[in-house]
Each structure stands twice: as structure tokens, then as C-alpha cells.
């Protein structure tokens, strides 16, 4: 009974293992990956992909799934001899993407492997060592590469495109050995990995202060949600955010945190990295100066947008002074002003209890970082529909200049079903103390 009992135990372990399974079959030094358990592991995203479609048909995921790494996760590619069940991804690295998925029918997949390199040019044999038997095709970014391999002892399918195709293909194959150590080995990302159980997660590299996020996913055709941790040095939110009452008139964007040290280092690089695209090096010096103490300080911080001016989108180098943008922190540095004139003024003030941000000038604070009532230390939303009215007001004229405002008129035309189709994107977090832990919702309607 002993002997029955853990078989059990095990056997219900394995079935919940959910997608951090895959992480085994993914190399160490990958950009990002999408993690998989088995073919039902895409099935939620394939009724959110499907909802995407219906809204913005130029999105359907398959094709552009199919020209990257061969079969599409999404629609059951049965011609191409996966397995129903087991470990897969699709993985990210130095520019080229790829996939690891395990076999039922190896014949099958050689002949559709074949028939997707040719769309390509003709196939060749490569050198991608321990492998052999590569077959690549085409050249610079139009390069595909695969093969089918035994990979921790079963058979795999190994496919990539890209310029650096034929490496990351190396990489798949020895995934879990020494050459190439596993994703689910990197201590960093170890308790992250740990808590995803459902069946499809996202896994993504940044740099400090962001290290990474890891984020179970689920979809179906009324949205998608994530939620996981992001991975910071320190924790990223603290406390609780400021209350609703500071996001009054912010019809496009607000968000509200109560900030940890990891949290403040964050904001200091956004700010930088906002000014540096708005204004020239002369002009962004005093500003910049006073941002960067006031984002070392902050505690707790609003950022909010009531919209943006259309008529400055179609020109590349005003677009970004478009989005009406203001930000209130506290508590405040040392007492300062500093302005600086583009298309419209954009000034930076720290008074006695805060600091605030604002293109165009707010003539006092827009919003209060004190006001009580928030619930998480993270309450943040984007109002999909209010970004689409702004790009309604684009004409053909504007697209006539071409560049960005050609770009944007097409944008337009392209994604403007699906902004209306969507309500607003909702994100929430609680402070952790290896970052934070997040949830975000993409409800479509």
C-alpha cells in the first residue's frame, strides 16, 4: 500500500509540475521563453489569440508563429508529429527565436521540417555541434534552422530563425548538460520557476534594477491575466500606494505605488531615460538633476496622462511631447525648480512636502501622493479605448508626411479594433522581498 500510495503522490506531482517543466529544456542564457506543458498548455492562449484576431485580423498570431519557428503552437500542427503531452517552448536568445518540443512521429516532423526550410531556399547541411544532421536554409535574419534529436532521452524537435539560428539551435540540444546549463538552474530565477503550476508561462531577462519577470499565464476568449514576480536586487514596492482619488481626470493612464529601494532605482532610470528622448543634452541637464533626487527620495509616487495632442504625432521629432504627461512624488528633495521649452514647457518643482513632473506645466501639484484609500502597494491602469480615441483623430493627411505619422495612421487602422475592443489593462502588485509579486489583467469585451 506503501509502495501504491507514492506512486500516487508521484504521479500527481508530475501532473501538476504545470509549465516550469519546460524550463529544464531551455538554455540558461536566453532572452525570454514562453513555457508550455503540453499541447493543452496553449490552449487558453489560442482562445485569447483567436479574440485578438477576431478584433484586429492583421494580429493573428499563427502565421507569425509559423514563419518563426515552424509549427504553431496555437492550432495543433499535427502534420508536423508533435507529442500531445510533454515540455515545450519557444525561446528568445541574441536575436533569433526557437523551439523545443517533443516528438510522436520523428518522420513526420523531418518531412515538415523540410517543407518549412524550403520556404526559405534550398536546405543545406550545417555544422551545429553535438548535432548532427542540421539542415538550414536562406541567410542574414531569413535563416532557418533544424533538426530532430534525442534531448534528455527522448526525441525532440529542434527548430530556429534568425541571424544566430544555428546557435541557439546548439543551445536547445544541450540544454541540461554541462555546455549548457538549464534555465530551471539559475538561482535567480529558481523561486520564481518554483510557483509557476498552470500550464503556460512567461519567463524574461532585463537588468537591474528589473532582473527579470516570471509570470504564469492564463487565456481565454474574455482576456488574458498574468501574475508572478518581478526580480529586482531589493524589493521593488513597499507600503501602499496612494489612493484612487489621485488618479481623478487621468482618463488615459494612472499609475500608483508606494516605492522599496529597488522601486526608487526603477523610477530614477525612467526618468532619466524620458528626459534623454525629450530634450537635448544642453537643455535637459537642470531638469534632469532635480528628477534624479526626486525619484532617489520617493516613497510613493503618481504617474498619470489625461491623454495626448494628435496634432503632434505626426511629426517624429514632437511625437513624444504628444502624451500629456505628470508625475508627483514624496516626500520631496531639497526645494527646486527647474523648466525646459520644447513643443510645449516641461518643468520639474520639489516644494516642502512634494515634487511633481509635468509636460505641459501644471501650475501646482496634479494629484496628491498622500491621499489615503489605496489597497496594494501597486494599482496601475491603461485605458486601451482613450489611446485609440487619440489615434482616431490621425487623417490620411497625416500620413501623407510618412514616416511616424504614416506609421501611426496604419497603427490606426490596424490595432483600432481591438483598443475598443478591450477594457482598460489593470495591473496590481504586493511588495515581495525578491522584487514584487504582480498580477495584470487584459480583459477583451
Known sequence: MRVIALALLCAAAASNAGARSAAAFVPARADAALLLDGAQGAAGLRAFFDGVAQRAPALEAGPRMAALVGPDLLNHPLGWGLAPSGARAIVLANGAAGLTAPLRDAKAARAALRSWLAESGTARPVRAPPLRGVLAAGEGRRTRVGAVAAVAGGPRLLTASGSNAIALVSMLAQAG????????????????????????????????????????????????????????????????????????????????AGLGPSGREALVFAARAYLGALLPPAARQPPDRLAQRAAATAERVVVRSDGADSRLLSSEGEALWALRLQAVTAPPPAEGAADAQGPRLLCVRAEATMAW?????????????????????????????????????????????????????????????????????????????????????????
Request: hydrophobic share 45%.
Open 177 to 256: 548538460t554541462r555546455a549548457a546549463a538549464p534555465l530551471s538552474s539559475d538561482r535567480v530565477l529558481a523561486s520564481a520557476l518554483a510557483r509557476l503550476t498552470e500550464p503556460a508561462a512567461v519567463v524574461a531577462r532585463g537588468s537591474d534594477p528589473l532582473r527579470a519577470a516570471v509570470l504564469s499565464l492564463e487565456g481565454s476568449a474574455r482576456g488574458l491575466s498574468a501574475r508572478g514576480l518581478l526580480l529586482a536586487p531589493a524589493p521593488l514596492l513597499a507600503g501602499v500606494a496612494p489612493g484612487p482619488t489621485a488618479c481623478a481626470g487621468a482618463s488615459l493612464l494612472c499609475l500608483r
Open 357 to 445: 513632473f509635468g509636460t505641459p506645466c501644471p501650475a501646482a501639484a496634479p494629484a496628491d501622493p498622500g491621499a489615503s484609500g489605496g489597497t496594494s502597494a501597486l494599482e496601475a491602469q491603461l485605458d486601451l479605448g482613450a489611446a485609440d480615441a487619440v489615434l482616431q483623430k490621425l487623417t490620411p493627411l497625416d500620413a501623407l508626411h510618412g514616416g511616424l505619422g504614416a506609421a501611426l495612421y496604419a497603427g490606426r487602422l490596424t490595432l483600432g479594433g481591438l483598443l475598443r475592443g478591450s477594457g482598460p489593462v489593470v495591473v496590481t502588485g504586493r511588495p515581495h522581498p525578491a522584487g514584487a509579486e504582480v498580477e495584470l489583467r487584459w480583459p477583451l469585451r
